[in-house]
């Protein structure tokens, strides 16, 4: 069984930074063979794409809104991918979910090509 867990949220200022974490275990589950993405979702809103990295790392894509603030990165060798989030603006005040796309070496921004979940983390940024 895959699971993704995400730790790293959390409450902190307008400008201020946080970085999330996202470890990928379970079964026959390898890791470098899926791109992964972070969404978020904040309340009353859907769930949307915030940043994704292609299977070897060497790509990335982001939303524009967080385009020179947030940077995605990921370590094979340790399942583990991650989120720096700097800047932050109450905006991105969301529960914020990583996901793994085994269909694509790229990451795509579509949240329904993903495979498996994470349970997500709160983050709040408050004003």
């Known amino acids: 069984q895959v699971q993704l867990v995400e730790t790293g949220g959390g409450l902190v200022q307008a400008g201020g930074s946080l970085r999330l974490s996202c470890a990928a275990s379970g079964g026959t589950f390898s890791f470098s063979a899926y791109a992964m993405g972070w969404f978020r979702q904040a309340p009353g809103k859907e769930r949307e794409f915030v940043a994704g990295?292609?299977?070897?790392?060497?790509?990335?894509n982001y939303a524009d809104s967080v385009k020179g603030r947030f940077t995605i990165s990921r370590d094979n060798t340790q399942n583990t991918v991650y989120l720096q989030m700097n800047s932050l603006k109450p905006e991105d005040t969301a529960v914020y979910y990583c996901?793994?796309?085994?269909?694509?070496?790229?990451?795509?921004?579509?949240?329904?090509?993903?495979?498996?979940w994470g349970q997500g983390t709160q983050v709040t940024v408050s004003s």
């Open positions: 990295v292609s299977r070897t790392g060497n790509s990335t």
């Open positions: 996901a793994a796309d085994w269909g694509s070496h790229y990451a795509r921004a579509i949240e329904g090509v993903y495979d498996y």
